[in-house]
């Protein structure tokens, strides 16, 4: 399995940006797709989780301003971020988790940097 991320880049305080992430080599549905970030010093953080029914969870500084979507007959998902702070600067991760044959297994993507500067 491998995860394909997507769509950072820079953008000024108050902008937006969509983040996608894609699944490749799975045959089965993860039972949650999430997005974690990574800011330079700083350890790994959950943005943004969603299961397979489509219930989201949030990171507390990100609620309000960031909503996760999936798309489960094409295995992605994506990340739609707005009124973005320099404080969002950061390596921005894809994950997904499918439990099966009695334990979880995991994937990460590679990361694709966000930079929220003026």
């Known amino acids: 399995v491998q995860l394909q991320a997507s769509g950072g880049g ?7 940006l969509r983040l996608s992430c894609t699944a490749s080599g799975s045959l089965f549905t993860f039972n949650a797709m ?3 970030r990574q800011a330079p010093e700083k350890q790994r953080e959950l943005v943004a989780t ?6 989201p969870n ?6 309000g301003r960031f909503t996760i ?3 489960n007959d094409k295995n992605a998902v ?7 702070e320099p404080e969002d600067t950061a390596v ?7 439990y099966r044959l009695g334990r979880w297994d995991t994937y990460w993507g590679q990361g694709t940097q966000v930079t929220v500067s003026s």
Do not use: E, T
């Open 78 to 84: 994506s990340l739609q971020m707005s009124n973005l």
């Open 50 to 55: 969603i299961s397979s029914g489509g219930i």
């Open 34 to 36: 999430s997005w974690y």
């Open 58 to 63: 949030y990171g507390h500084s990100m609620k």
């Open 10 to 16: 820079l953008v000024r305080p108050g902008g937006s």
């Open 92 to 98: 921005y991760y894809c994950h997904a988790a499918v």
């Open 69 to 71: 979507f999936r798309d």
